[in-house]
């Protein structure tokens, strides 16, 4: 899985708790990212990040935060867990010049479970 | 806004018969295209691309896609199944220009029967 590591790989907690989900890489890629995937969703951004403490928005942010203190971690908050975060959440990076396009192939992690109580 | 569509929850195809898997996508400007396969209990792990160029993109395991502008297509081929390609494939969109963001299909099970 192309030097991606997530933790936890599963997680159980209750509503209303603080979760922390951690994305850690080895190929020193500029770009993560943080997904989740649900049945007839596919996978839906969250956040992703283009550098060490620059982060953006994706199309489901609405309860997550994110940080990027590191190259090689991307951290994933979910500030109070509710129901509807009960997800797969996945890690990707990518990297590349610009001009080439290899900046645009994501190489995803292995995935981390969420149920939330 | 960008986005992409699979039409198809499932297909079915026996093995040794040849594969589609369909995807349309809508984009502004000029879309770079992905496929992506994912396994059970796995990440999803990159099959092929279209940037720019030939219109017929091949990729990992035989796989291939042709780009059909005026189709707004996509779609992914293989001459002859295999079991062990039975798995969830998603297309996915970027307009150029959009700063990194990816839209993704909600994906299509491939079961191939022996």
């Known amino acids: 899985d192309a030097g991606i590591t997530q933790s936890p790989r599963h997680k159980v907690t209750e509503t209303g708790t603080p979760v922390t989900l951690r994305c850690h890489q080895t190929?020193?890629?500029?770009?993560m990212y943080w997904y989740r995937q649900d049945p007839g969703h596919g996978l839906r951004l969250i956040h992703y990040s283009y550098g060490v403490k620059d982060t953006d928005k994706g199309e489901v942010s609405d309860g997550y935060s994110v940080s990027r203190s590191k190259t090689e971690d991307f951290l994933l908050t979910l500030e109070s867990a509710t129901s509807s975060q009960t997800s797969v959440y996945f890690c990707?990076?990518?990297?590349?010049?610009?001009?080439?396009?290899?900046?645009?192939?994501?190489?995803f992690g292995p995935g981390t479970r969420l149920l939330v109580l | 806004a960008q986005s992409v569509a699979q039409p198809e929850d499932q297909v079915n195809v026996a093995e040794g018969n040849p594969l589609t898997v369909k995807c349309t996508y809508s984009v502004s400007g000029n879309p770079y295209l992905f496929w992506y396969v994912q396994y059970p209990n796995r990440g999803l792990q990159f099959l092929l691309k279209?940037?720019?160029?030939?219109?017929l993109v091949k990729g990992s395991y035989g796989f291939e896609a042709e780009f059909n502008k005026s189709q707004t297509s996509f779609h992914l081929k293989k001459p002859s199944a295999l079991v062990s390609d039975s798995a969830l494939y998603f297309c996915a969109v970027r307009e150029k220009g959009q700063r990194q963001k990816v839209t993704f299909g909600i994906g299509t099970k491939l079961q191939v029967i022996p």
């Open positions: 279209y940037i720019t160029g030939d219109n």
């Open positions: 190929e020193n890629h500029r770009y």
């Open positions: 990707a990076i990518s990297d590349g010049p610009v001009a080439s396009g290899l900046q645009e192939t994501q190489y």
